[in-house]
């Protein structure tokens, strides 16, 4: 991979994400090749790809939740990533008190628990279990159709409804990097361009958004560059403007 | 035999076997892990309590409180050794079934060791008061049972619905793989489970010795009625099991005393069969609003 552009305002960013010969997989299945990939703080990033080409995977990595891994990741400067050869999610609670917000592919949700009780769990460090209640009117914001339902088990909840709750829960957190995979995967088109337009008008302040969409359609002109991902490899990058070109090595 | 009888003795046996069937349920649906170790540290609780009769109080607060907190104290040590080092290695399920049934029977061996085979005697800690009502007559045993398994389950309940450490554990119950993304760390919520499961234990295991001996071995059946229980309620659901407890304690009482004592797992296996012909899933399929996945 070539040297990463800086965004316009990189001057006085700070690296949130800072990936470096990353390899992931699982079992004798290698995922992701030596990726290298920064995210800088108030960054809101595409990450368009086909499926398996390792969106998800590079998420889990970052997470500590695939089968094996090597190279390193700095989430704010700490070092997160480390070589393993199993116990996946062993580490996983020590990154996110770091400052990860994972929102995962297909809603992993806690079927039993209420809506409420799903955004308090997402509450996890500290300041942000203090701060719940203002927290959970904050996102009620985001997500009106949720304030009827915070009494209802998530396990009765619509597609689109579990979506808003798992995004909800993620958004909760105190974290400086939210990763959100495939948002609008398997919702009626209109619902998945609500939930994108509810992820575009989070207010990110320092931390960094990074979306994983197939859909380069929803993502045009709101986030601040895509970036295209191809067999493990982050392949080509656009700005804002989205001339998404893929460059192939040789 | 008179019928007052039979439902003031499967009252006391459901709430003595549910606590532990709820143990068992909890451990297994949050940490995957099938506690067989169960039975040693209901005998370990035992003579946690028995220790503290002799050489400190007969006081039965006292006696209690030693039970239970011995019992935590073995769901720690069970923790520490079958829990930790295995749990994020492949095929988890039955390694732990495998470490706990070793926990389990070198620490039976072990009790029978160092306190030798002979049964002990606790101290009666509800006092010798007898209750009449009609012409049920209830023992003081047999109400403090009752009274202190079921207050001592809606804490546990409670504690459950409304704590954050209680929301960790149910989420982990739900989803494991969404726990450890939201940040819930397993390990420490493991030493919670069993702290809090051991300390069930150590309770049924003092409320149990009011009416049998301590004694090494005495941990093996309660473990697998409480396992049979768990079972029959459908793993992981604690109202399920809390039902299933009464329907297996009316059916041990009612088997006692029209069949006779040693046909009592007998027909509590065909009733679990039965149920778990039906539904699969056992009570709890029955009961279950929320859709799964």
Not at chain 1, 50 to 56: A, F, M, R, V, Y
Not at chain 1, 139 to 162: A, D, Q, Y
Not at chain 1, 182 to 196: D, H, Q, R, T, Y
Not at chain 2, 26 to 53: K, P
Request: with cysteine; net charge positive; proline share 3%.
């Amino acid at each position: 991979m070539g040297g990463q552009p800086l965004p316009a305002s990189a001057a006085v960013k700070q690296e949130v994400l800072n990936v470096k010969g990353l390899s992931a997989g699982y079992g004798a299945m290698r995922v992701i090749h030596d990726l290298d990939f920064i995210v800088y703080s108030g960054e809101r990033i595409g990450l368009v790809g086909l499926n398996g080409h390792g969106k998800s995977t590079l998420f889990y990595a970052i997470a500590g939740l695939t089968g094996w891994q090597r190279g390193s990741i700095k989430l704010n400067g700490v070092e997160v990533g480390r070589t393993r050869s199993q116990g996946p999610g062993r580490y996983t609670h020590l990154v996110v008190r770091q400052g990860l917000a994972l929102i995962p592919q297909g809603d992993e949700i806690f079927h039993g628990l209420t809506v409420e009780e799903h955004l308090d769990s997402g509450a996890f460090t500290p300041r942000a279990w203090r701060e719940r209640t203002k927290r959970k009117a904050g996102i009620l914001e985001i997500f009106p159709p949720l304030r009827k339902l915070m009494k209802v088990p998530v396990g009765r909840l619509s597609g689109g409804e579990r979506r808003m709750v798992s995004i909800g829960r993620g958004l909760m957190s105190d974290a400086s990097l939210f990763l959100v995979d495939e948002p609008s995967l398997g919702l009626a088109p209109k619902i998945g361009k609500g939930v994108m337009a509810a992820l575009m008008s989070v207010d990110l302040g320092d931390s960094a958004m990074v979306i994983a969409e197939q859909n380069i359609s929803l993502l045009e002109g709101q986030v601040d560059r895509v970036i295209g991902m191809h067999v493990g490899k982050l392949k080509g990058e656009a700005s804002a403007g989205l001339n998404f070109q893929t460059t192939r090595e040789a | 035999m008179d019928f007052g009888f039979i439902v003031t003795n499967a009252i006391v046996l459901a709430c003595i076997y549910g606590g532990l069937a709820i143990g068992i349920s909890i451990t297994w649906s949050s940490l995957g892990l099938i506690n067989l170790s169960y039975g040693f540290v209901f005998a370990l609780s035992g003579y946690g309590a028995w220790l503290a009769a002799q050489y400190v109080s007969t006081n039965g607060a006292v006696v209690l409180l030693a039970g239970i907190l011995t019992g935590a104290l073995g769901g720690v040590l069970v923790c520490a050794l079958a829990f930790i080092p295995i749990h994020d290695k492949p095929n988890f399920t039955v390694r732990g079934l495998i470490a706990t049934l070793a926990i389990n029977l070198i620490g039976t061996q072990g009790l029978m060791w160092w306190f030798g085979p002979r049964s002990k005697n606790l101290p009666e800690i509800f006092g010798t008061g007898k209750l009449h009502l009609g012409n049920i007559v209830l023992t003081a045993d047999k109400v403090g049972n009752v009274v202190l398994s079921v207050a001592m389950l809606l804490l546990v309940l409670k504690w459950m619905r409304s704590s954050r450490r209680g929301l960790e554990i149910r989420a982990m119950m739900m989803n494991p793989h969404a726990a450890a993304i939201v940040g819930i760390g397993v390990r420490r919520t493991g030493f919670y489970v069993l702290a809090i499961t051991g300390g069930l234990a150590g309770l049924a295991s003092v409320l149990l010795s009011q009416t049998y001996y301590i004694s090494p071995f005495g941990g093996l059946t309660p473990m697998i009625k409480g396992v049979a229980i768990a079972l029959c309620g459908g793993l992981g659901s604690v109202l399920g099991a809390v039902i299933a407890a009464i329907v297996l304690g009316f059916n041990e009482a009612l088997t006692s005393v029209l069949l006779g004592g040693q046909y009592v797992l007998i027909t509590q296996f065909i009733l679990i069969i039965i149920v778990l012909l039906i539904r699969p899933r056992g009570i709890a399929g029955i009961l279950d609003k929320a859709r799964e996945a």
